[in-house]
């Protein structure tokens, strides 16, 4: 086996893994590069492989970071099967074409007002080449293991984080090998997943690192949420919650019902303006058997939310001036309807803006939560006067605490442990944090680099 990293080395995005072994090449995640420019410009450079000659894609999970670059590999040529769980398959059907619609949307934005460099601006891809790739899909379930070419068995296992996402296993017979990606590893005592799912061994492994240098802040979720929302909503305020649309937004909107239920908060509006959340909160809904989810919780959520479906909606949300709550995505500002609830929101000291997990580098989440007086959209600069929360503990991904926990599920210590999907710094930490605590080999990889697996 030979492992090549393409993704997630030295940064949390565009997870990619080519594994060649027998004459057979796959590729594990086909994430999209998000955050700094010099990253998102890999999206453009076509990967360096034999794209035609693909055998297969195998998904971890739906979130764009881990299978988002998928239409465009479709787009170069790539007409194999992608293999993933059922729940993956579900969000990558409304994940997938969002992502085209959006950057279609951005490329015609750009190319109205003249903010970008290129003459004229072209989307990575579209929606109906998102669309086109969803044919490919195959649906797999837990722990039924696949035959692939190549003398290869594969298998799921879940890991918790959202919906569908999976450990994913492959194993030689002829070689008595078994790789382990552990994709998006979830929380223990998450409010909504169940725990992830231990494995029992592996030879090697390749681990998120997220939050290898953090733990989260032990706080009450509804309490935090209680006092944010009615500070604000008693002097006038909107509260905003930019939040990814699978996971973190469906949490939100149980929490927020489950406030107003128990008359914690006043029962004021709760908008959910995000045509893929809205769809994501109905997948949810569907699959509320494996997550935490009761169907009277799923009842209460559509009781308490107004769900935003068309674009006069969304602009008239704009010019609201009394107390409410409103949920819309992306989860780190980076693109989609809450860009233009930031500019009609973000100049009042009366609003509260409230994020809700992870900030990488280089997105407008970020250099919100850190403080910055004015923040550029659509080519613009608004200043931020609003009142700004970042409360990390909804996060779906593991602090390093959790991640040592899954690790130590394991029977025997792999011949190594590859550090993936972090920011140097977290993947270093927690790297020498196994090595001091497990006593295992592990490495942070670089970019493009490649491995033999013996």
Same mark, same amino acid.
């Given at each position: 086996?030979?492992?090549?990293?393409?993704?997630?080395?030295?940064?949390?995005?565009?997870?990619?893994?080519?594994?060649?072994?027998?004459?057979?090449?796959?590729?594990?995640?086909?994430?999209?590069?998000?955050g700094v420019k010099y990253l998102r410009e890999r999206n453009w450079i076509v990967p360096p492989i034999s794209v035609s000659k693909l055998?297969?894609?195998?998904?971890?999970?739906?979130?764009?970071?881990?299978?988002?670059?998928?239409?465009?590999?479709?787009?170069?040529?790539? +007409?194999?099967?992608?293999?993933? %769980? =059922?729940? /993956?398959?579900?969000?990558?059907?409304?994940?997938?074409? *969002? $992502?085209?619609?959006?950057?279609?949307?951005?490329?015609?934005?750009?190319?109205?007002?003249?903010?970008?460099?290129?003459?004229?601006?072209?989307?990575?891809?579209?929606?109906?080449?998102?669309?086109?790739?969803?044919?490919?899909?195959?649906?797999?379930?837990?722990?039924?293991?696949?035959?692939l070419p190549g003398d290869l068995q594969l298998s799921f296992s879940p890991t918790g984080h959202i919906l569908g996402a999976s450990a994913?296993?492959?194993?030689?017979?002829?070689?008595?090998?078994?790789?382990?990606?552990?994709?998006?590893?979830?929380?223990?005592?998450?409010?909504?997943?169940?725990?992830?799912?231990?494995?029992? +061994?592996?030879?090697?492994?390749? %681990? =998120?690192? /997220?939050?290898?240098?953090?733990?989260?802040?032990?706080? *009450? $979720?509804?309490?935090?949420?209680?006092?944010?929302?009615?500070?604000?909503?008693?002097?006038?305020?909107?509260?905003?919650?930019?939040?990814?649309?699978?996971?973190?937004?469906?949490?939100?909107?149980?929490?927020?019902?489950?406030?107003?239920?128990?008359?914690?908060?006043?029962?004021?509006?709760?908008?959910?303006?995000?045509?893929?959340?809205?769809?994501?909160?109905?997948?949810?809904?569907?699959?509320?058997?494996?997550?935490?989810?009761?169907?009277?919780?799923?009842?209460?959520?559509?009781?308490?939310?107004?769900?935003?479906?068309?674009?006069?909606?969304?602009?008239?949300?704009?010019?609201?001036?009394?107390?409410?709550?409103?949920?819309?995505?992306?989860?780190?500002?980076?693109?989609?309807?809450?860009?233009?609830?930031?500019?009609?929101?973000?100049?009042?000291?009366?609003?509260?803006?409230?994020?809700?997990?992870?900030?990488?580098?280089?997105?407008?989440?970020?250099?919100?939560?850190?403080?910055?007086?004015?923040?550029?959209?659509?080519?613009?600069?608004?200043?931020?006067?609003?009142?700004?929360?970042?409360?990390?503990?909804?996060?779906?991904?593991?602090?390093?605490?959790?991640?040592?926990?899954?690790?130590?599920?394991?029977?025997?210590?792999?011949?190594?442990?590859?550090?993936?999907?972090?920011?140097?710094?977290?993947?270093?930490?927690?790297?020498?944090?196994?090595?001091?605590?497990?006593?295992?080999?592990?490495?942070?990889?670089?970019?493009?680099?490649?491995?033999?697996?013996?």
């Amino acid at each position: 086996m030979k492992l090549t990293f393409l993704g997630a080395t030295n940064t949390v995005t565009g997870s990619k893994y080519l594994l060649e072994h027998n004459q057979q090449t796959y590729l594990i995640d086909c994430g999209l590069y998000q955050g700094v420019k010099y990253l998102r410009e890999r999206n453009w450079i076509v990967p360096p492989i034999s794209v035609s000659k693909l055998n297969a894609v195998i998904l971890t999970h739906a979130h764009i970071d881990h299978s988002g670059y998928l239409p465009a590999l479709v787009k170069n040529g790539f +007409t194999g099967p992608v293999f993933c %769980t =059922e729940g /993956t398959h579900e969000l990558c059907k409304i994940l997938l074409p *969002d $992502a085209g619609f959006l950057q279609e949307e951005d490329a015609r934005f750009a190319n109205k007002y003249s903010f970008s460099k290129h003459k004229p601006a072209l989307p990575l891809y579209t929606e109906k080449d998102a669309e086109h790739s969803l044919k490919q899909f195959r649906s797999c379930a837990y722990h039924s293991p696949l035959a692939l070419p190549g003398d290869l068995q594969l298998s799921f296992s879940p890991t918790g984080h959202i919906l569908g996402a999976s450990a994913v296993q492959l194993t030689s017979a002829s070689t008595n090998t078994t790789l382990t990606f552990t994709g998006d590893l979830g929380r223990y005592q998450d409010l909504m997943m169940y725990d992830p799912e231990p494995i029992n +061994t592996t030879d090697y492994l390749v %681990t =998120e690192s /997220t939050y290898g240098d953090r733990l989260h802040d032990p706080i *009450d $979720a509804l309490d935090v949420l209680q006092k944010i929302i009615t500070k604000t909503t008693n002097r006038g305020g909107i509260v905003l919650i930019p939040a990814f649309a699978v996971g973190r937004a469906q949490l939100i909107l149980h929490l927020v019902a489950e406030l107003i239920e128990k008359n914690r908060i006043n029962k004021i509006p709760v908008f959910l303006n995000s045509p893929m959340a809205i769809s994501a909160t109905e997948i949810y809904q569907r699959f509320h058997h494996e997550l935490k989810l009761t169907a009277t919780d799923c009842n209460r959520i559509d009781q308490y939310t107004h769900y935003v479906k068309t674009v006069a909606e969304s602009i008239d949300l704009n010019t609201r001036q009394f107390p409410c709550v409103i949920i819309s995505a992306s989860g780190m500002a980076s693109g989609g309807r809450v860009l233009h609830h930031l500019k009609a929101i973000c100049g009042n000291y009366r609003n509260s803006i409230v994020f809700v997990g992870f900030q990488a580098p280089g997105t407008r989440g970020e250099s919100i939560i850190n403080g910055v007086d004015q923040v550029k959209i659509h080519g613009k600069y608004y200043p931020v006067k609003a009142e700004i929360h970042h409360l990390d503990n909804f996060s779906a991904h593991g602090d390093y605490k959790d991640i040592l926990t899954w690790l130590k599920m394991i029977k025997s210590p792999p011949k190594c442990t590859f550090i993936t999907h972090g920011e140097p710094a977290a993947a270093d930490s927690l790297r020498l944090k196994i090595k001091d605590q497990l006593g295992w080999k592990c490495c942070v990889p670089s970019y493009r680099d490649s491995i033999e697996l013996k």
